[in-house]
Structure formats: C-alpha cells, structure tokens
T-cell receptor, first 111, second 115 residues
Framework: GESVGLHLPTLSVQEGDNSIINCAYSNSASDYFIWYKQESGKGPQFIIDIRSNMDKRQGQRVTVLLNKTVKHLSLQIAATQPGDSAVYFCAENNGDYKLSFGAGTTVTVRA | NAGVMQNPRHLVRRRGQEARLRCSPMKGHSHVYWYRQLPEEGLKFMVYLQKENIIDESGMPKERFSAEFPKEGPSILRIQQVVRGDSAAYFC?????????????FGPGTRLTVT
C-alpha cells in the first residue's frame, strides 16, 4: 500500500488565515521528507524539506513539522494568499533517489 | 537559467500508436527520473537514469515501456502500442547527483491522452 498519504483531500481556507496540511507516513526508515506544490497544468514545485533528525523547519511563510513518534508530517502556511491555491503533496525518501508521493491535498483560498 | 524542459506538453495518440516523451534536464544535471501521475493521484516513480545507463526501472511496466538517456540529447520515455490506461501526466525530474540529499527539480510534464 501507500507509504505516504494525506489526511484530507481538500482544504478550503479564508485568505489571510493560516493553513495546515497533514500527511501520514508508514515507513519508519524514511529519513527525508519534502513538501511540493503543484499548480494546475504544472509540475511539482519544491516548497520545503526536513530531515528525520529535525522536528521543525521554517521557510518563508511556511513551516514543516515532523513527529516521528506518530509518523506524521504537517505543512503550515501563514497568511494564506490566493496564489497558494494548489495541490500540495508530501513525499518521502528513505535514503535513495526514489520519491514516494501521497495523493495530495487540494487547497482552495477563499477571497 | 532554464529549468527542466519537457516536450511535447500535450500529446494525443490513438490506441496502438507509439508515444515519445522528451526531457532535457537542468544544465549541469546528469541524473534523470521519470514519474507518472494518474488523475487525482500522486506521482509514482517509474525509472531513474544517468547518461547512457538505466539505474533503476523498477517502477516501469515490463511491457511496452522503455527509457533512455543518451550521451547527447534529451532523455526519452517511449510507450509502444499505447492503451487508454496509459493516459496520464508524465513528469521528468533531474538532479545534480543522486541520493536523498539532493533536490529533484521537476519539469512541467507531458499530458498523454490515448483515444
């Protein structure tokens, strides 16, 4: 079965609010996790990554949290903007080159 | 500084025809990966290539699919005798080197429709 998955397929958020997108993984050997953003008709775009020896990493308006105890990953987007509307994928890498993607969460920002 | 380039962006083929998808990696990248995305699903790894070598094709169907990355020119994903189930978006990614440390940069994809 899938080793990486997302809790909710869709998320609707008011512009300016914070968004939280969740992801569960089952492979405890995974040591590297990445969040990608995919806009309609485009390829996945790297947002932020985190290694298994960390539990939090911050970027510009985004924060990734990793809870290895429950094998859970989340992406927080601060002050969500219309341009954040997209499908968000978490992906895992267990030490080699293969990325395993979850099914994705569609984020829709309401004006 | 061009990113990963893929062409064509859209490809329509009738059942039984051949599809050829091309990928030019980012400048300086010698590692290429192909992924397939079915509607409403995440990307699935197909094959990993370096120049003139197939490193891992474990995600690629044994029949009808093949991939190459010649010394000169783009990487090619070839699908022979296409069937409706081959309709999907095919993404190519490239990296400077291999392993979990190095980011894979994705191209815009080729959307294959089999009629």
């Amino acid at each position: 079965g899938e080793s990486v998955g997302l809790h909710l397929p869709t998320l609707s958020v008011q512009e300016g609010d914070n968004s939280i997108i969740n992801c569960a993984y089952s492979n405890s050997a995974s040591d590297y996790f990445i969040w990608y953003k995919q806009e309609s008709g485009k390829g996945p775009q790297f947002i932020i990554d985190i290694r298994s020896n960390m539990d939090k990493r911050q970027g510009q308006r985004v924060t990734v949290l990793l809870n290895k105890t429950v094998k859970h990953l989340s992406l927080q987007i601060a002050a969500t903007q219309p341009g954040d509307s997209a499908v968000y994928f978490c992906a895992e890498n267990n030490g080699d080159y293969k990325l395993s993607f979850g099914a994705g969460t569609t984020v829709t920002v309401r004006a | 500084n061009a990113g990963v380039m893929q062409n064509p962006r859209h490809l329509v083929r009738r059942r039984g025809q051949e599809a050829r998808l091309r990928c030019s990696p980012m400048k300086g990248h010698s590692h290429v990966y192909w992924y397939r995305q079915l509607p409403e699903e995440g990307l699935k790894f197909m094959v990993y290539l370096q120049k003139e070598n197939i490193i891992d094709e474990s995600g690629m169907p044994k029949e009808r699919f093949s991939a190459e990355f010649p010394k000169e020119g783009p990487s090619i994903l070839r699908i022979q005798q296409v069937v409706r189930g081959d309709s999907a978006a095919y993404f190519c990614a490239s990296s400077e080197t291999s392993g979990s440390t190095y980011e894979q940069y994705f191209g815009p994809g080729t959307r294959l429709t089999v009629t």
